[in-house]
């Protein structure tokens, strides 16, 4: 008898409480109509505070009022940042929750996400020609989050993370670009804003777009059908390992990134100056080779290997390649500002050698012979240096080291010359 009293008493709590939900639910969904949003926050904080006994349709009813009260008020204008991200927590709870696509509340809310990605988007592309890439990155990657069949976004998103030089970002971006396939070789439908002249990316909303157009904001629609990005995404996560010194990650990448794309110069040099970082000279060596031979006469590719050279201490071999890059190129002047750095390399050794001798007559017959060699270096390089000035009158580093290049052998009136154009 005291069971059956209990297991009664029990069964009257749960439905008085179901009896509350509906009332709050009620008030709320009154308040979210009316546009009142300080009510509407308080009617659905009420319901929060009971929702764990609440059935999954109560629940679904929750986060689809909370997601339309955050709707309505980026229709205002009013709080766009913090009503976006409650627009992809609630609805993201809501379909987690009613996983039928066709229902009414997960039908309105696919549609008022769609209209909160075109603004987002409008947003992030805002960002992205102010250069604040910061804030490009998080738009889009929420313009992801509010359709995540639309991975065009999260590449977006990535790639707004490399220009900030968000590195952790990118790659975790890039990583999930990876894991879901991505492989960005897909259409999408574009038009013209015409209050901004920016091209607005719709992704496979053809009847977004197509509303604009018929709305007359937006001109000029297209469908655009890309190239594979997967590529791209894996040399430019093998760049962001080597960037941040991840060598053995960047060699991985790097060597998938070359499956896709064996002819890519750029992968290659970076390739190349991994076998240098790990001093691997017989693969930096071997790789030079089929660099040089798929380019012969690229005085940049030529400068670049120099480049190379150079830091892994292969002077006369540096010198070479800046020289071919020279008879390629007469006017390139990185390649005639390194051969120069190249001939004062010794320049330190001699120094120390005269300010280490004696006052003998030996030691002074020594320190003329050491100073004729410091003099023909500076004549040197002075010609790489002068040839540089005259492709580029601005070129602060040829300018400066010219200068002391002048003083040092009393060239005053060309140090005035000099000084006159600095």
Do not use: C
């Not at 804003?193 to 297209?222: C, V, W, Y």
């Not at 071999?317 to 020279?326: G, Q, W």
């Not at 003329?368 to 270096?377: F, G, I, R, S, Y």
Request: glycine letters at 4%; a neutral charge.
């Amino acid at each position: 008898m005291n069971k059956r009293y209990v297991y009664l008493l029990s069964a009257l709590m749960i439905s008085g409480l179901t009896m509350a939900q509906k009332k709050e639910l009620k008030d709320a969904e009154k308040a979210v109509k009316k546009g009142n949003a300080v009510e509407a926050n308080a009617a659905l904080k009420s319901v929060e505070a009971v929702l764990g006994s609440a059935t999954n349709e109560q629940k679904a009813q929750y986060y689809a009022l909370k997601g339309n009260l955050a709707y309505a008020q980026i229709e205002k204008g009013q709080e766009f940042d913090k009503n976006v991200e409650a627009v992809i927590d609630s609805y993201k709870k809501l379909t987690e929750i009613d996983k039928d696509k066709n229902s009414k509340l997960v039908k309105q809310a696919s549609e008022e996400m769609n209209v909160v990605a075109s603004k987002v988007v409008n947003k992030a592309i805002e960002e992205n020609n102010a250069s604040n890439f910061k804030g490009a990155t998080k738009r889009f990657y929420q313009a992801y989050e509010l359709n995540p069949a639309d991975t065009l976004y999260l590449y977006y998103a990535a790639t707004s993370a490399v220009s900030s030089k968000d590195y952790p970002v990118a790659v975790t971006y890039y990583k999930q670009l990876i894991d879901l396939g991505y492989k960005g070789n897909e259409s999408y439908y574009t038009a013209v804003e015409k209050a901004s002249g920016e091209t607005q990316n719709f992704g496979k909303d053809s009847k977004m777009r197509d509303l604009f157009i018929k709305q007359g904001t937006h001109t000029d629609p297209k469908f655009v059908k890309e190239e594979s990005k997967r590529p791209e995404i894996v040399k430019n996560l093998a760049l962001i390992y080597y960037e941040q010194g991840k060598y053995d990650e960047a060699e991985e990448a790097i060597a998938e990134a070359r499956k896709a794309n064996p002819d890519d110069i750029n992968l290659m040099l970076t390739h190349m100056d991994l076998y240098l970082k790990s001093n691997n000279m017989g693969k930096y060596e071997e790789l030079a080779r089929e660099v040089l031979a798929k380019n012969p006469n690229d005085d940049v590719l030529l400068y670049n290997l120099g480049v190379t050279s150079y830091q892994a201490g292969k002077l006369e071999e540096a010198k070479k390649y800046y020289e071919r890059a020279i008879q390629i190129n007469p006017k390139n002047e990185n390649a005639y500002l390194n051969m120069a750095f190249i001939k004062l390399q010794p320049d330190e050794e001699i120094t120390n050698k005269m300010n280490s001798l004696g006052m003998s007559a030996a030691d002074n017959k020594k320190y003329e012979e050491l100073k004729k060699q410091k003099d023909a270096l500076y004549k040197d390089a002075m010609i790489d240096l002068e040839k540089v000035i005259s492709i580029n009158p601005d070129n602060q580093e040829a300018l400066q080291t010219l200068q002391n290049i002048y003083r040092a052998l009393e060239m005053n009136d060309k140090l005035k010359a000099l000084e006159a154009k600095m």
